[in-house]
């Protein structure tokens, strides 16, 4: 199960997260064009490895594996799918 990035994210989008995913899955990015006009960061669910890296890091609590995610932020799990199907 990939991990999913919730409803905390929006407004906050701490980039720290990133820096410490082996596998590039969470965007946009500082360096990206996207990032000023995005409300949160997205984890793409096909790249996710599920290491747990970017939860510790996240400074609002708003990174949850898929089964842990609370049942009030559901919908973030096509949010985040969403995302990378633009």
């Not at 994210?9 to 006009?37: N, R, S, W």
């Amino acid at each position: 199960m990939p991990y999913i990035i919730a409803q905390p994210c929006i407004g906050t989008k701490d980039t720290a997260c990133v820096a410490v995913c082996p596998v590039d899955c969470i965007h946009p990015t500082k360096d990206e064009a996207a990032f000023e006009a995005a409300e949160m960061l997205y984890i793409d669910p096909e790249v996710c490895i599920d290491c747990g890296l970017c939860v510790d890091e996240c400074p609002v609590n708003a990174i949850f594996p898929q089964e842990d995610l609370p049942a009030e932020w559901e919908e973030f799990i096509a949010k985040n799918a969403e995302y990378y199907k633009k």
